[in-house]
């Protein structure tokens, strides 16, 4: 299920920009320098996958467009998921 919490993303942010994630890495044993470094790996995979996502969304259909491709009028829309179908919730669950 897809879904959305700003807070998390700004205490993240706050953790890695503050330096406390480095000092954590710092002072840690080998197997949570390890987690942490599986973790910014994960993170940046997710920074590729939503800089996609937001290409696809954003400029859907304007590429055709500025290309001079027509678009099809009557094409029907897409479906929405069934997530949102019923009502998906857009907070992430708390860790």
Known sequence: MAMLNARYIAELEEYLSSGDLAEDFKWSVEERRGEILEF????????????????????????????GIPQEQDAEPEAPSPAVEAGASM?????
């Open 91 to 95: 907070e992430l669950p708390q860790r």
């Open 40 to 67: 910014l790996e994960k993170l940046m995979d997710l920074g590729e996958l939503a800089d996609a996502t937001a290409t696809k969304i954003i400029f859907k259909g304007q590429l055709g467009a500025m290309m």
